[in-house]
Antibody, heavy 117, light 108 residues
């Protein structure tokens, strides 16, 4: 069974750095794109970017390029989303999802990130 | 970038009703269109891929249609567990593969 497990909720202060993770089980992690999706409180889904763990090829939405970094370690079937300097506006739920033929068919449970002074 | 617009943004319906949600792309995307369902506090779930293909395990009361710029998601007979927010998403050619703004289906 395909499963994606995300790291736990985080509470950070503005300006701090953060790296959240998404670990895949039950499938060939290396061969499927992994994407990240943001959902701000009470709002819709926003496509942030994707990475191909096999060669770490990554693509970003213009809205998020330069604001976050997506990476992956195929040896441990884990993808990451990181910030170097958080802002209050980064407060949101973040989902990872595996992409098969263009659709996000399996999703992680989400990681809540709260940024507050 | 391709802009995805859903309508309506919300609707009220009763159990047993037929519900139709529309998604429009800012340019032709062929049939590179997916639909997701999200219930409160849960991760989204893939319902339909490639405009009209039902994801495994999804009830047959859900169906999708359309091509080019205009797409629809139809629920033939609304069930209590279908009250949720629905999102379309394109995956045409190059990223970003943006989502529509969502349609919230509420109980009348």
């Amino acid at each position: 069974e395909v499963q994606l497990f995300q790291s736990g909720a985080e509470v950070k202060k503005p300006g701090e750095s953060l790296k959240i993770s998404c670990k895949g089980f039950g499938y060939s992690f290396t061969n499927y794109w992994i994407g990240w999706v943001r959902q701000m409180p009470g709002k819709g889904l926003e496509w942030m970017g994707i990475i191909y763990p096999g060669d770490s090829d990554s693509r970003y939405s213009p809205s998020f390029r330069g604001q976050v970094t997506i990476s992956a370690d195929k040896s441990i079937s884990t993808a990451y989303l990181q910030w170097s300097s958080l802002k209050a506006s980064d407060t949101a739920m973040y989902y990872c999802a595996s992409q098969d033929s263009g659709s996000f068919d399996y999703w992680g449970q989400g990681t809540q990130v709260t940024v507050s002074s | 970038d391709i802009l995805m617009t859903q309508s309506p943004s919300s609707l009220s319906a009763s159990v047993g009703d037929r519900v139709t949600i529309t998604c429009r792309a800012s340019q032709s995307i062929s049939t590179y269109l997916n639909w997701y369902q999200q219930t409160p506090g849960k991760a989204p779930k893939l319902l339909i891929y490639a405009a009209s293909n039902l994801q495994s395990g999804v009830p047959s009361r859900f169906s999708g249609s359309g091509s080019g710029t205009d797409f629809t998601l139809t629920i033939s007979s609304l069930q209590p567990e279908d009250f949720a927010t629905y999102y379309c998403q394109h995956n045409y050619r190059t990223p970003p593969f943006s989502f529509g703004g969502g349609t919230k289906v509420e109980i009348k």
